[in-house]
């Protein structure tokens, strides 16, 4: 994301430091929840900082390592360097901030299984042995509401405005374009920013990077969201459905395997113009999108945006003409070929749902998997017997659900590595007992009264 092309050295990103007149840098990384973290060491340490030197307590971190083992040190990706722009006026007096992305390792400076962007170079190093290359282009939505007078959030919308709208109903629209240029001074390159279906929610669309990358700007771009909105006295929650009746939040996220520089997925010749890679790769997602689906959709609260009536799918098929399936591939052809998965959503970590998705993807062609006929027919509108007849099956329809499917598949499981797997099925598993034991309001509302 530095707009430099030639990789960047240490001696030469502290000469830019300083010319910049950077006074803190953040070591950035996530959990395997893909809750963001950091360490963020002043310019006395920026030498330690780019040596991979600083440590940081591993035991603190969700999923990471126990207490007797709990030294970890940081390894910054010098290709993941930007400034961050100006948020308030406060924060420009006490000097500019830069940030830098980490690979998590262990003290003897071997990589740390249970990294999640470790996970994820892991499957892009097995889509390189076979020559691949996988772009990404996501879609993430999110939803702005108000505040209360003591700052604490709400889900009351801060517009009623709906899908493509402008302002003055649209309220959000100098909101968007703020992040839009804060993220274009951060060298991100956005296609497109609107208002979404629901009151209050939004879209900010980037352009197709190679997967590691586009993991590396879902992090950051969550992070500048919902710092402007903050400065605007807003919430923004990425939070998948926290209204009930309306639209919830998606991440669709575009697919594609390049070979030699072409897209291969590409063939003008192919059923529906993909090539025999796509349609492998295609059948490899379906077939392991039971199991995926813990992954990109790891919330409780996911499988109340997975319901029919709200175009996210619940149904495992794919086509080229509808929104009710689990992959659609868009019109364009050519460099522009690709699979468009739908049943991500934003609170997921964006290294362990590419990751999942491309070892699926791989999965598919190294079996010479073929995918069922594609679906041009609104699937929320086959009866159960025309489903079984095109082979359709349904997602997970809740978190339990998609855990067990995750425990049945080796390939999914196997991407995750030992480390990921048991710790986030561990606290996927507690979260799911939480919720379960917890007495919700609906239950008193329905019943209470009743029996």
């Not at 307590?57 to 961050?84: H, K, N, W």
């Not at 619940?314 to 049943?343: D, F, H, Y």
Request: hydrophobic share 40%; glycine share 6%.
């Amino acid at each position: 994301m530095t707009p430099e092309s030639a990789p960047l050295t240490p001696t030469a990103l502290l000469a830019r430091l300083e010319q910049e007149d950077v006074q803190f840098l953040r070591l950035q990384f996530t959990d395997i929840l893909g809750t963001t973290k950091n360490v963020e060491v002043p310019r006395s340490q920026f030498r330690k900082a780019l040596a991979g030197d600083v440590t940081f307590d591993g035991s603190a971190v969700e999923g990471f390592t126990r207490v007797e083992e709990s030294d970890m040190l940081l390894s910054p990706d010098l290709s993941t360097f930007l400034i961050y722009p100006q948020f308030s006026r406060e924060e420009g007096e006490r000097g500019r901030v830069a940030r830098l992305i980490c690979d998590v390792t262990l003290p003897d400076r071997t990589p740390f299984e249970g990294d999640p962007r470790q996970v994820l170079r892991r499957q892009v190093e097995r889509a390189q042995a076979l020559d691949f290359e996988m772009f990404v282009g996501t879609e993430p939505e999110f939803f702005l509401f108000e505040r209360t007078a003591d700052g604490r959030g709400t889900t009351v919308t801060h517009d009623k405005a709906g899908y493509f709208d402008l302002a003055p109903i649209d309220k959000g629209e100098r909101i968007r374009r703020e992040i839009v240029n804060k993220l274009l001074t951060m060298g991100f390159d956005i296609e497109a920013a609107h208002h979404e279906v629901a009151p209050g929610q939004h879209e900010i669309d980037f352009r197709y990077a190679p997967a590691l990358e586009t993991a590396d700007r879902i992090a950051t771009f969550k992070f500048v969201v919902k710092r402007v909105a903050l400065e605007y006295g807003l919430l923004a929650s990425f939070l998948p459905k926290p209204i009930a009746g309306v639209s919830g939040s998606g991440m669709h996220c575009h697919l594609s395997l390049f070979k030699s520089g072409q897209n291969a997925f590409a063939d003008p010749d192919g059923d529906h113009g993909l090539s025999r890679t796509a349609q492998q790769f295609i059948a490899g997602l379906l077939e392991h999108a039971g199991a995926m689906t813990a992954i990109t959709n790891p919330l409780v609260n996911s499988y109340k945006r997975l319901v029919p009536g709200f175009e996210a799918p619940v149904n495992v098929a794919w086509s080229t003409s509808n929104r009710s399936a689990l992959i659609r591939i868009p019109a364009k052809r050519g460099a522009s070929t690709r699979a468009e998965v739908r049943m991500p959503d934003p609170s997921c970590n964006p290294y362990l749902a590419l990751a999942v998705m491309l070892a699926a993807g791989l999965d598919g062609i190294e079996q010479g998997m073929e995918p069922p006929p594609a679906i041009q027919r609104n699937i929320f509108k086959m009866t159960v017997r025309e489903k079984r007849h095109h082979r359709v099956r349904e997602l997970p329809s809740d978190l339990r659900e998609a855990l067990e499917e995750l425990g049945k598949d080796d390939v999914v499981a196997g991407a995750l590595g030992d480390h990921v797997m048991s710790h986030f099925v561990a606290a996927k598993r507690s979260e799911w007992q939480d919720y379960s034991s917890t007495i919700h309001a609906w239950e008193l509302d329905r019943y209470l009264d009743l029996v």
